[in-house]
């Protein structure tokens, strides 16, 4: 899980990020207890950890997937700015929880935009592009 995945286990274990690793992981998000597992969903899929989102996407954690940060990023958007294999793993177990894929961003960004222009892909992931999009969205 590298670095950044044991500290988000630690953390997910109720330890303490000592060295302000996951530092802006949680941009936007409320500090309220509820929104727990959409934070660490955010972090997580920052930190490319797949086993890590695959396991916050689960109903029980009570993530939501849609939740958009202060810039109006969802985790969907983190995870198109990322390319390779992970990436695209990181990317298909969001969408097994059916986020809205067309979600735009404060500059008007969706995650295929984000995928496309800062990915620095030479494709578009795989999920990301078959994500359906939503009824009244061209």
């Known amino acids: 899980t590298g670095r950044g995945g044991r500290q988000l286990l630690q953390y997910l274990r109720g330890g303490v990020d000592v060295d302000g690793a996951l530092d802006g992981a949680f941009d936007g998000a409320p500090d309220a207890e509820e929104m727990r597992g959409t934070r660490l969903l955010m972090a997580a899929v920052r930190l490319q950890q797949e086993l890590i989102v695959a396991e916050l996407v689960q109903p029980a954690w009570g993530a939501d997937v849609g939740a958009a940060d202060a810039r109006g990023r969802t985790a969907l958007h983190l995870a198109a700015l990322h390319e390779g294999e992970v990436a695209q793993r990181v990317v298909a177990s969001l969408l097994s929880r059916n986020p809205n894929a067309d979600h735009a961003d404060h500059g ?22 078959l994500a359906p999009a939503r009824p009244g969205r061209a």
Do not use: I, Q
């Not at 995650?111 to 222009?117: D, V």
């Not at 494709?123 to 990301?128: D, G, K, N, S, T």
């Open 108 to 129: 008007g960004r969706t995650p295929l935009h984000c995928a496309a222009e800062f990915g620095g892909l030479a494709e578009v992931p795989a999920p990301l592009a």
